[in-house]
């Protein structure tokens, strides 16, 4: 690795051993490098005009498309033409989705799909009902869960204060 030998830093430029591998500014190579400068690689471009020449040459060759064919659909209900991006018809309102539809999310379904891409329900079933809250009727929560801990034997000075104020017996 270059770098300054011990003789050239003890001032024995004669005597250094490294050769061209000493970077001492004493000796003529070191000089001759400095004079030069840093490497500044190809002054034409180098790599990056040769891939851009081969990536110009491959975009020339593509063959030209005059213009992308807009895609449109009809209303299954009063079979007006539709843009491919609209979701509801613009005459009759009706919703514009081919094949089926998810129960679960409303997201659309192939043919070949057994679960849902969006929600991962299974094709066809309807999604779980929600289980019913088990409140007490006219109850405040904090007082129903303070009776619950009375029951099962929890004891602390914040139930008893909670059961207090509320005059439950």
Known sequence: MPGISVECETGQHAACAMGLECRCPHHAHTQELMRKGPNKGDSRGGIRRKLKGKITDAVQALPEVEAVPELKSL???????????????????????????????????????????????????????????????????????????????????????????????
């Open 75 to 169: 209303c299954p209900g009063c079979k007006a033409e539709q843009r491919g991006t609209d979701v509801f018809c613009r005459s009759c309102g009706a919703r514009l989705q081919v094949g089926k539809q998810c129960f679960g999310c409303g997201a659309p379904q192939e043919p070949t799909d057994n679960y849902c891409w969006q929600c991962s329900l299974k094709c066809g079933e309807k999604p779980p009902e929600p289980a019913p809250q088990e409140e007490a009727p006219n109850e405040d929560r904090l007082i129903a869960l303070a009776k619950k801990a009375r029951e099962q034997g929890i004891d602390n000075p914040l139930i008893q204060r909670i059961l207090k104020e509320t005059v439950i017996p």
